[in-house]
């Protein structure tokens, strides 16, 4: 069974710092992971990906703020979120990909505001 689970989100002033964690099962972990957002009102955006050799990529509006990485031994995907910005408020996603099925987690809410 796949299973993805994030944590992390919370409340944090602008300019603050969070760090998501998504744990994933054993067998997706090995390909290719994602970040999605979905602000309220707005389409699922992707927000940064990384091979299963680690090679990142962001969208525009996080570059040099965002951190995507993955630990193997743990089975799981991070974002580490610095010098956050009200327009980051989002419900954040881990997305895996197994057999050409996409695979997501619940989410985890992300809220920045002073």
């Known amino acids: 069974q796949v299973q993805l689970v994030e944590s992390g989100g919370g409340l944090v002033q602008p300019g603050g710092s969070l760090r998501l964690s998504c744990a994933a099962s054993g067998s997706i972990f090995g390909n290719a992971m994602a970040w999605y957002r979905q602000a309220p009102g707005k389409q699922r955006e992707l927000v940064a990906t990384i091979t299963s050799s680690g090679i990142t990529n962001y969208i525009d509006s996080v570059k040099g703020r965002f951190t995507i990485s993955r630990d193997g031994a743990k089975n799981t995907l991070y974002l580490q979120m610095n010098s956050l910005k009200p327009e980051d408020t989002a419900v954040y996603y881990c997305?895996?990909?197994?057999?050409?099925?996409?695979?997501w987690g619940q989410g985890t809410q992300v809220t920045v505001s002073s």
């Open positions: 997305k895996g990909t197994l057999g050409g099925w996409p695979h």
